[in-house]
């Protein structure tokens, strides 16, 4: 460690040159997106401002590198602060400003949105995320997905993965879109079937602004059941080529963007790991890495007509070194997992005077190449399978009044699935015999899809969102699903606000799920019920408390005909090998008759960084989450957690220091335990807990600022105190007894990023 702390700080005492930054933007209309001139730009603490320009948009020079506060204010729009804005020397800092006509009054009085942004067509369990509330997240690896530990209903699978567990839901139930495009899993070594992984491929330093719902969301989403991650990219850069270097704790990269034509723009990245560096110095038999790419170009035909194309893609391979016998044995455990995946699509804008038409082209691609062998290097499993989507979707957005708007949508998607699974025998841990011996297939499937959505705003207090979705699925005998969606939020006061919402919410079948047996496509669609109730109150501008209470039913849920214990609402977070008896696969007959309930509440307590530089969230679910297989058993889920505490938080003590924490305290996880012989029991299943998981993580940021040019170093302290957190108990065949399979424990790591 001393090391670190020395290259760390041994610049600290210097007297570096610096000059000053720019923040530029753009206003606009939050439902039309038409360009708001007019509006007053000021930089709190200071008498630094500009207005926006008949285009919406803005510049501020001069401005001393700094973390800063935006206060955006015009007659008749709802004031609108912007925190984190973070000024250095390398680069302009553009903020986007879309700001909501005043409606809403209380005793004459017109409400201000201050430090919480408002969502008039999400309104329950909603977080928005900056890029720097990101960055900074100590213990993420500046990953989009793990900075989502600290919300209220959010559990983790282990330290060592970011699989979304919303609710009790199954880290397959989760929706991923990024710059208006569906990804089915932005993770390196993504699950098959389900959306988690260990690392996220979207390159942060894009990120311009994202936003989480964890229930409850509106028509304009479906085919998912517990949450909807929206990840925007920002623009490149329009004055000059510019870019930045990275090492990090798990990866080295480089970006470049800059002006492409008047009024044009670019984005690339190239990021590679260095984890299989590590992995063979430290003596690992496997050894994992990885490459991920980023491209956007963005085109301005004129201020009603915008073009945008966007390239992401990743390339994964776990190597495996069976050079002695122990490296056998630990090698057999693992599933090897080769991927090629990528989203490429073109997205068309057109702004009318009160509407607006998106209109989009995209195609994702995931080559799976999935194997596991035994200790004799005798292969036990194979699965080559590749999963295309080809979407063409057309979003249209009305302003009906200052009050009120209507959304509307279709989309139509053609599926290429090819699977080539070599299951030879495998007894599982249950003692059941699985056999595939050879399937391959080739398939074509539709999905499409149709929404409505009404939002508007009743007696200057009620928020009304009121929406209809169809989808239809050919895959299955049976593939059409209407889900009403109806969400009421009430304000008494400028600071306290009521909440509800309830909805029918459908997910359609893995495609891996209908290969195994032609009866599965007799499956029919997963469904929930869900009901949500919540409650916040501002205690200050920048201090709010938020309370929800939430159920969530779920019916048709696809269970084993042969494993009658077996749900598949317990599986998808890990590789899915033999430690999971490949249950992930789904590669039983199937039938639609799982059930499940999940209940619970959520309370957090939330500090935006303000005059004073103290940031932080508090966060309490309690929750309980039970299955029902085939065998009419109730058990508690997999992912259930009943109890989840986090604390995270930071201090900008100065332009150049930055500090942040996070606590975070989880009860253990069900298990079902191992007999003598290594076997498990069906009437035992998950009977017993993990033992709680707790740890501790650190961060300290220091920022250089130079002439065009800055320097951004960090220390990150995963688990400082050392918790051995156990993830999960397996058979140990060596040693013939059960073994606890344990996160890594104290964790440092630096970063280093030169911006240019």
Same mark, same amino acid.
């Given at each position: 460690?001393?090391?670190?702390?020395?290259?760390?700080?041994?610049?600290?005492?210097?007297?570096?040159?610096?000059?000053?930054?720019?923040?530029?933007?753009?206003?606009?209309?939050?439902?039309?997106?038409?360009?708001?001139?007019?509006?007053?730009?000021?930089?709190?603490?200071?008498?630094?401002?500009?207005?926006?320009?008949?285009?919406?948009?803005?510049?501020?020079?001069?401005?001393?590198?700094?973390?800063?506060?935006?206060?955006?204010?015009?007659?008749?729009?709802?004031?609108?602060?912007?925190?984190?804005?973070?000024?250095?020397?390398?680069?302009?800092?553009?903020?986007?400003?879309?700001?909501?006509?005043?409606?809403?009054?209380?005793?004459?009085?017109?409400?201000?949105?201050?430090?919480?942004?408002?969502?008039?067509?999400?309104?329950?369990?909603?977080?928005?995320?900056?890029?720097?509330?990101?960055?900074?997240?100590?213990?993420?690896?500046?990953?989009?997905?793990?900075?989502?530990?600290?919300?209220?209903?959010?559990?983790?699978?282990?330290?060592?993965?970011?699989?979304?567990?919303?609710?009790?839901?199954?880290?397959?139930?989760?929706?991923?879109?990024?710059?208006?495009?569906?990804?089915?899993?932005?993770?390196?070594?993504?699950?098959?079937?389900?959306?988690?992984?260990?690392?996220?491929?979207?390159?942060?330093?894009?990120?311009?602004?994202?936003?989480?719902?964890?229930?409850?969301?509106?028509?304009?989403?479906?085919?998912?059941?517990?949450?909807?991650?929206?990840?925007?990219?920002? @623009?490149?850069?329009? !004055? +000059?080529?510019?870019?930045? %270097?990275? #090492?990090?704790? &798990?990866?080295?990269?480089?970006?470049?963007? =800059?002006?492409?034509?008047?009024?044009?723009?670019?984005?690339?990245?190239?990021?590679?790991?260095?984890?299989?560096?590590?992995?063979?110095?430290?003596?690992?038999?496997?050894?994992?890495?990885?490459?991920?790419?980023?491209?956007?170009?963005?085109?301005?035909?004129?201020?009603?007509?915008?073009?945008?194309?966007?390239?992401?893609?990743?390339?994964?391979?776990?190597?495996?070194? @069976?050079?002695?016998? !122990? +490296?056998?044995?630990?090698? %057999?455990? #693992?599933?090897? &997992?080769?991927?090629?995946?990528?989203?490429? =699509?073109?997205?068309?804008?057109?702004?009318?005077?009160?509407?607006?038409?998106?209109?989009?082209?995209?195609?994702?691609?995931?080559?799976?190449?999935?194997?596991?062998?035994?200790?004799?290097?005798?292969?036990?499993?194979?699965?080559?399978?590749?999963?295309?989507?080809?979407?063409?979707?057309?979003?249209?957005?009305?302003?009906?009044?200052?009050?009120?708007?209507?959304?509307?949508?279709?989309?139509?998607?053609?599926?290429?699935?090819?699977?080539?699974?070599?299951?030879?025998?495998?007894?599982?841990?249950?003692?059941?015999?699985?056999?595939?011996?050879?399937?391959?297939?080739?398939?074509?499937?539709?999905?499409?899809?149709?929404?409505?959505?009404?939002?508007?705003?009743?007696?200057?207090?009620?928020?009304?969102?009121?929406?209809?979705?169809?989808?239809?699925?050919?895959?299955?005998?049976?593939?059409?699903?209407?889900?009403?969606?109806?969400?009421?939020?009430?304000?008494?006061?400028?600071?306290?606000?009521?909440?509800?919402?309830?909805?029918?919410?459908?997910?359609?079948?893995?495609?891996?799920?209908?290969?195994?047996?032609?009866?599965?496509?007799?499956?029919?669609?997963?469904?929930?019920?869900?009901?949500?109730?919540?409650?916040?109150?501002?205690?200050?501008?920048?201090?709010?408390?938020?309370?929800?209470?939430?159920?969530?039913?779920?019916?048709?849920?696809?269970?084993?005909?042969?494993?009658?214990?077996?749900?598949?609402?317990?599986?998808?977070?890990?590789?899915?090998?033999?430690?999971?008896?490949?249950?992930?696969?789904?590669?039983?007959?199937?039938?639609?008759?799982?059930?499940?309930?999940?209940?619970?509440?959520?309370?957090?307590?939330?500090?935006?960084?303000?005059?004073?530089?103290?940031?932080?969230?508090?966060?309490?679910?309690?929750?309980?989450?039970?299955?029902?297989?085939?065998?009419?058993?109730?058990?508690?889920?997999?992912?259930?957690?009943?109890?989840?505490?986090?604390?995270?938080?930071?201090?900008?003590?100065?332009?150049?220091?930055?500090?942040?924490?996070?606590?975070?305290?989880?009860?253990?996880?069900?298990?079902?335990?191992?007999?003598?012989?290594?076997?498990?029991?069906?009437?035992?299943?998950?009977?017993?807990?993990?033992?709680?998981?707790?740890?501790?993580?650190?961060?300290?940021?220091?920022?250089?600022?130079?002439?065009?040019?800055?320097?951004?170093?960090?220390?990150?302290?995963?688990?400082?105190?050392?918790?051995?957190?156990?993830?999960?108990?397996?058979?140990?065949?060596?040693?013939?007894?059960?073994?606890?399979?344990?996160?890594?424990?104290?964790?440092?790591?630096?970063?280093?990023?030169?911006?240019?």
């Amino acid at each position: 460690m001393k090391w670190i702390f020395i290259v760390f700080f041994i610049f600290t005492g210097l007297i570096l040159p610096q000059t000053k930054g720019i923040i530029s933007g753009k206003v606009t209309d939050k439902f039309t997106k038409q360009p708001v001139p007019g509006v007053n730009i000021l930089v709190e603490g200071t008498t630094t401002g500009a207005a926006s320009n008949l285009s919406g948009e803005f510049v501020i020079e001069g401005v001393e590198p700094g973390s800063y506060r935006l206060r955006a204010t015009a007659i008749g729009y709802e004031s609108l602060l912007k925190t984190d804005i973070v000024v250095n020397t390398a680069r302009p800092v553009f903020v986007t400003f879309e700001m909501l006509e005043s409606v809403i009054e209380l005793e004459g009085i017109t409400i201000k949105s201050e430090y919480f942004e408002k969502n008039p067509t999400e309104v329950n369990s909603i977080a928005s995320f900056s890029y720097e509330e990101i960055r900074r997240s100590p213990g993420g690896f500046e990953d989009v997905v793990r900075a989502l530990s600290v919300l209220p209903g959010v559990a983790q699978q282990s330290a060592g993965r970011n699989d979304l567990v919303v609710r009790g839901g199954a880290p397959s139930e989760n929706l991923y879109i990024v710059d208006g495009f569906i990804i089915p899993n932005i993770n390196h070594f993504g699950n098959q079937g389900a959306t988690g992984g260990p690392l996220s491929y979207i390159n942060l330093d894009f990120v311009q602004q994202t936003e989480f719902s964890s229930g409850g969301f509106s028509a304009l989403h479906g085919d998912k059941l517990s949450s909807v991650l929206k990840i925007d990219l920002r @623009n490149g850069r329009t !004055d +000059k080529i510019g870019g930045k %270097a990275t #090492i990090s704790a &798990s990866q080295f990269g480089l970006n470049l963007e =800059g002006p492409a034509g008047s009024g044009n723009s670019f984005i690339f990245s190239a990021r590679r790991s260095y984890l299989d560096f590590i992995f063979k110095a430290a003596g690992f038999g496997f050894v994992p890495e990885y490459w991920d790419f980023l491209g956007k170009f963005d085109m301005k035909a004129d201020n009603a007509n915008q073009f945008s194309f966007l390239f992401i893609g990743a390339i994964d391979r776990v190597n495996f070194n @069976n050079s002695d016998r !122990d +490296k056998k044995f630990d090698n %057999a455990r #693992i599933l090897g &997992s080769n991927q090629n995946q990528y989203i490429a =699509g073109i997205s068309y804008r057109h702004l009318y005077s009160k509407s607006l038409l998106n209109i989009s082209l995209s195609r994702n691609f995931t080559d799976f190449d999935s194997n596991q062998r035994d200790t004799l290097l005798n292969p036990v499993f194979q699965n080559k399978s590749a999963e295309s989507e080809n979407e063409l979707k057309a979003d249209y957005v009305y302003k009906l009044s200052s009050s009120s708007e209507l959304n509307a949508g279709l989309s139509a998607k053609y599926i290429q699935f090819s699977g080539n699974v070599i299951l030879p025998s495998f007894i599982t841990s249950f003692g059941d015999t699985l056999s595939i011996n050879n399937l391959n297939v080739e398939k074509q499937y539709f999905k499409n899809s149709a929404f409505i959505q009404y939002t508007t705003i009743l007696f200057h207090r009620l928020n009304v969102n009121a929406g209809l979705r169809y989808d239809y699925f050919n895959g299955i005998s049976d593939g059409n699903t209407f889900n009403p969606r109806l969400s009421l939020s009430y304000m008494f006061s400028d600071r306290f606000t009521v909440s509800a919402s309830s909805g029918i919410y459908s997910q359609f079948p893995s495609y891996i799920w209908l290969t195994a047996e032609k009866s599965n496509k007799n499956l029919k669609p997963v469904k929930t019920y869900q009901y949500i109730l919540g409650a916040e109150y501002k205690l200050m501008s920048d201090l709010r408390i938020k309370a929800e209470g939430f159920f969530k039913d779920y019916s048709d849920y696809p269970v084993s005909s042969l494993r009658e214990y077996l749900i598949l609402s317990n599986t998808g977070a890990g590789f899915g090998g033999s430690d999971d008896n490949y249950a992930s696969f789904g590669l039983d007959p199937l039938v639609s008759k799982g059930k499940g309930k999940v209940t619970g509440v959520e309370i957090s307590l939330q500090k935006k960084a303000s005059d004073t530089p103290l940031y932080g969230i508090l966060s309490f679910t309690y929750s309980k989450s039970r299955f029902k297989a085939l065998d009419g058993i109730e058990r508690p889920g997999n992912f259930d957690q009943s109890i989840i505490l986090s604390l995270a938080g930071g201090y900008i003590f100065n332009k150049n220091w930055e500090a942040n924490f996070k606590f975070r305290y989880a009860n253990g996880r069900p298990y079902t335990p191992f007999n003598e012989n290594g076997r498990q029991d069906a009437s035992e299943i998950n009977s017993k807990r993990l033992p709680a998981t707790h740890s501790l993580d650190l961060r300290v940021d220091r920022r250089w600022n130079f002439e065009g040019w800055n320097l951004i170093a960090y220390i990150d302290v995963q688990n400082i105190y050392g918790r051995k957190n156990v993830s999960n108990i397996r058979w140990d065949f060596k040693e013939n007894k059960p073994e606890e399979n344990q996160d890594i424990g104290l964790l440092p790591s630096i970063g280093i990023s030169v911006e240019f």
